[in-house]
């Protein structure tokens, strides 16, 4: 059998950005305010989330010391939002890979980014109103990155937070259920070699995958996140 005939090339990218959701993090300063930044290195299994942040950033800082954060999911109608808050740091001073970067410090985020922060329910972060989704999460293990780079390996947090309570605009929801989201209603903004970018309102193709009932994949989190105290 002959082999298909498909170009491939070898390539070289400084990044493999390839897409991924872009998430607004909101973290406590110590003065009481709130540090509200945007990443897109981050994936989610089960009501756990990894997160790869600067070691240098303001949300890295703040995570380290409280244990607590919110992952605001945008959807592209709050792009605007997002792109305000771009080359700012709640650093002070700006650490030097920003300053490379043409970072200015900032310390009113929300003001800037001109959406609306709302108390959370089990930890002291607020909440973006206006992004469709807002997951509360606490922090369960803190890990290094490039440990066999001795450059690298100290400018990166790898962190897997625990979700303790998601939030949705009610509209995201599957007709006739309380606790599923339809993937056809939620269309995250996907960040794809630093730029922003939307996706398609329905899906491309069936999934043998999405034939498995959800419930199987329930963890012992949801059970914990239940009984998180309020605040």
């Not at 491939?8 to 930044?37: F, K, Q």
């Not at 807002?134 to 293990?141: D, I, T, Y």
């Not at 303790?164 to 339809?182: A, K």
Request: with cysteine.
């Amino acid at each position: 059998m002959n082999s298909p005939r498909i170009k491939i090339v070898s390539v070289e990218p400084a990044i493999l950005y390839w897409g991924t959701p872009v998430v607004l993090i909101s973290t406590s300063n110590e003065d009481g305010n709130s540090n509200l930044a945007p990443m897109s290195s981050a994936f989610w299994l089960g009501w756990r989330c990894i997160l790869g942040l600067d070691a240098s950033s303001k949300n890295t800082e703040n995570l380290m010391r409280t244990g607590e954060c919110v992952l605001n999911l945008p959807s592209p109608a709050q792009v605007g939002h997002v792109d305000r808050l771009a080359r700012l740091t709640g650093s002070d001073p700006v650490p030097a890979a920003k300053q490379m970067r043409n970072y200015t410090h900032e310390k009113n985020k929300w003001e800037i980014s001109g959406l609306t922060p709302v108390p959370s329910e089990t930890v002291k972060p607020p909440r973006a109103l206006e992004c469709p989704v807002q997951m509360e999460a606490v922090l369960s293990a803190t890990n290094g990155f490039m440990a066999d780079d001795p450059m690298w390996k100290v400018g990166i947090k790898v962190f897997e937070v625990r979700i303790q309570r998601v939030h949705v605009h009610p509209e995201l929801l599957m007709e006739g259920t309380t606790d599923r989201i339809d993937p056809d209603k939620w269309g995250p903004l996907i960040m794809k070699f630093q730029k922003f970018y939307g996706v398609n309102a329905s899906q491309v193709h069936s999934s043998r995958l999405g034939e498995i009932p959800e419930a199987t994949y329930l963890s012992p989190d949801v059970e914990r996140a239940r009984t998180a105290s309020k605040l």
